[in-house]
DNA sequence: TATAGAATGCAACTTTGTTGCAAAATACTT
DNA sequence: AAGTATTTTGCAACAAAGTTGCATTCTATA
């Protein structure tokens, strides 16, 4: 029990970091969402934040999200099937102030899950003369690890 | 006025080679939402489409884009924005039976078109061991050729 | 701790997408 | 070419997703 609130405690205290670092202020449910993405092992859609933070108004968990976009907390995730898929961006992406968030993402067919694979960099490509590039994605469909199992 | 008839006729014919092709009946719905692609120099969201053939129901429009995409015809297009685009299968897509659509996707934060960048494919990468590839997209945000002059 | 400013919750609304079913159109048979 | 089986369409009703204005509550700060 101690040591719940303890571990609790940390996250607190790492999510009121995260929020006065992109001067926000400290509210219960801002912390609720941050913690929600901060245990997630997967980017995470709009319903499933509904679902876990239920205490909360829709309008809210709207307004909590787009903030969070509009500060570079989070990022949003292209995904084939056109669901909006929400996930944390790395440290550095944040304290950097801009969004590079240059992994590879994986969806999988089976459970449903979008991951990020952190530790697959989107190769470089060369665009057509004229045209210039802000962002590149790369999402990959398929089978993740754990349904092959 | 005979060879806007003409011209005509030669995409009614294609509309109806592609709808044969693919084993669908052929109806002026079908056959107006081909035309509608094959005249978009971009990919087209389902309002889009839904302004550009008002004469028919919002709810065919959706049943006729979901039997176009099931078919193979046309493809959905992930984007940042999480806006659903559509957009037609090359020919050879088509033919082959199955769905391969390798190149790479740009999204202009300007005008906000997608465009399909024929000529640039996707470039392979490794998945980490236990993963399973079906299907890749990579899609580019930016400013565009055309916005850019 | 008082207060200005920001965030939240509620209600009402718009947009987007889905489903069942009767009517209409298409394809097929003869 | 006409009749019939099958498919497609439009309508209505609904469900889900997202937005906006405003009064209330909460947070930061002096």
């Not at 609130?5 to 969402?33: D, F, H, V």
């Not at 319903?47 to 108004?57: C, N, P, S």
């Not at 449903?112 to 990959?140: F, H, Q, W």
């Given at each position: ?11 607190g205290?790492?999510?009121e970091?995260?929020l006065?670092?992109?001067?926000l202020?400290?509210t ?7 913690e ?17 933070a ?42 950097s102030?801009?969004?590079?968030d ?31 590039m ?16």
């Amino acid at each position: 029990m101690i040591f719940l609130n303890s571990l609790q405690n940390k996250m607190g205290a790492q999510t009121e970091l995260i929020l006065k670092t992109s001067s926000l202020s400290i509210t219960s449910s801002r912390k609720k969402i941050l913690e929600i993405f901060l245990s997630a092992s997967t980017a995470l859609a709009h319903q499933d934040i509904e679902k876990l933070a239920e205490q909360y108004d829709r309008v809210t968990i709207y307004r909590t999200l787009q903030t969070f976009l509009d500060r570079g907390i989070i990022h949003t995730i292209p995904t084939t099937d056109n669901t909006i898929k929400y996930a944390l961006c790395s440290d550095d992406c944040i304290t950097s102030g801009h969004h590079h968030d240059n992994h590879v993402h994986f969806l999988c067919d089976q459970c449903g899950r979008t991951l990020c694979l952190d530790d697959v960099s989107i190769p470089a490509i060369t665009l057509p003369k004229g045209y210039s590039m802000k962002e590149i994605n790369m999402v990959v469909n398929g089978i993740c690890k754990t349904c092959m199992e």
